[in-house]
């Protein structure tokens, strides 16, 4: 059974910076393509960033392009993202989440396979 489990998230000040992570188990964590939504209160679950399965190839909404980074680690089967120059729009449940088996990234949820359970990040003005 797949488990996608996040940290890193807390309460930060705008212009700070934090790391996400997501450790997966029950799969071979190679052969996924991963990503990372938000749900901010009130509003729609969206879109942040998305990396290949081997890390070579990555997308980012256009609210977090050249704030935000993710990666990974094929060692470690985490995926990580870290978030620069933080806003107090960027405040937000995150999920991680895996794509299909040697399919697209995860750039919609339509692409989502698998869910976490999020992580809340606050970012105080």
């Known amino acids: 059974q797949v488990q996608l489990v996040e940290s890193g998230g807390g309460l930060v000040q705008a212009g700070g910076s934090l790391r996400l992570s997501c450790a997966a188990s029950g799969l071979t964590f190679r052969n996924y393509p991963m990503g990372w939504f938000r749900q901010a209160p009130g509003k729609e679950r969206e879109f942040v960033a998305a990396v290949s399965r081997y890390g070579d190839s990555t997308n980012y909404g256009d609210s977090v392009k050249g704030r935000f980074t993710i990666s990974r680690d094929n060692a470690r089967n985490t995926v990580y993202l870290q978030m620069n120059s933080l806003k107090p729009e960027d405040t937000a449940i995150y999920y991680c989440?895996?794509?299909?088996?040697?399919?697209?990234?995860?750039?919609?949820?339509?692409?989502?396979?698998?869910w976490g359970r999020g992580t809340l990040v606050t970012v105080s003005s």
């Open positions: 989440a895996m794509g299909s088996q040697f399919g697209r990234s995860p750039t919609s949820g339509g692409l989502v396979n698998s």
